[in-house]
């Protein structure tokens, strides 16, 4: 079965400080891998995603993210943090095409920037 | 912008009553996702659609569950006889998915469901 661990349950960032959240899966076969933000009682936007291809995807927001095969990994990263990204971020690993697509979330990491 | 719109927003309801939820898919969007996510977790998968048909369903979808896309557009979620874990917030989302392409689903707001 698949899974993700997103090992840091909250971080706190300065504004303008760069910016890692971490992300491991596991999963048999090759993964289809997305990053979503969640501010509060609101729903999931998405950030990027990847699906084959070149290993730094690049996002909106000014975020990116690198798969890393050997290290079962997808970090997401941003250069320089806005106090406006301060939400919950989750990572999400889908299902192989032509299969049910459901996907599975981390719990996630919460964002808090100070000024 | 017409993204996925659920309704309502807010359910307030005592144990031992029936809520149904809706949702509103991107047009043209042939798949649609229910999923629940309960307090500092992620989203868990519930169920989902392709056009009219239900194909998956996971074991956390109770029989008080009942989810309907009669149409293939908007879907409803039900639960009878609600319970205190039924607290949470139900998210729906959708997607259009080409055959043999992996498919990228868009969230709606969710509605937050709190039993009292």
């Known amino acids: 079965a698949q899974s993700v661990t997103q090992p840091d349950i909250h971080i706190t960032v300065s504004e303008g400080a760069s910016l890692e959240l971490r992300c491991n899966y596991s999963?048999?076969?090759?993964?289809?891998l997305f990053w979503y933000v969640q501010s509060p009682g609101q729903g999931l936007q998405l950030l990027l995603k990847?699906?084959?291809?070149?290993?730094l995807v690049q996002g909106i927001k000014g975020f990116e993210a690198e798969f890393k095969r050997s290290q079962s990994s997808f970090n997401l990263r941003k250069p320089s943090v806005h106090w406006s990204d301060a939400a919950e971020y989750f990572c999400?690993?889908?299902?192989?095409?032509?299969?049910?697509?459901?996907?599975?979330f981390g719990t996630g990491t919460r964002l808090q920037v100070t000024l | 912008d017409t993204g996925v719109s659920q309704d309502p927003r807010h359910k307030i309801t005592k144990r031992g009553q029936n809520v149904t939820f809706r949702c509103d898919p991107i047009?043209?969007?042939?798949?649609l996702y229910w999923y629940r996510q309960t307090l500092g977790q992620g989203p868990e998968f519930l169920t989902y659609f392709q056009n009219e048909a239900q194909l998956e369903k996971s074991r956390l979808l109770s029989d008080r569950f009942s989810a309907e896309r009669p149409k293939g557009s908007f879907s409803t979620l039900e639960i009878q006889r609600t319970e205190q874990g039924d607290s949470a917030m139900y998210l729906c989302?959708?997607?259009?998915?080409?055959?043999?392409?992996?498919?990228?689903?868009?969230f709606g707001p969710g509605t937050r469901l709190t039993v009292l």
């Open positions: 047009s043209e969007h042939n798949r």
């Open positions: 999400a690993v889908g299902a192989s095409p032509g299969t049910a697509s459901k996907l599975t």
């Open positions: 990847y699906f084959s291809g070149d290993t």
């Open positions: 999963y048999g076969a090759t993964p289809y």
């Open positions: 989302a959708s997607s259009f998915a080409d055959r043999g392409l992996t498919d990228t689903q868009y």
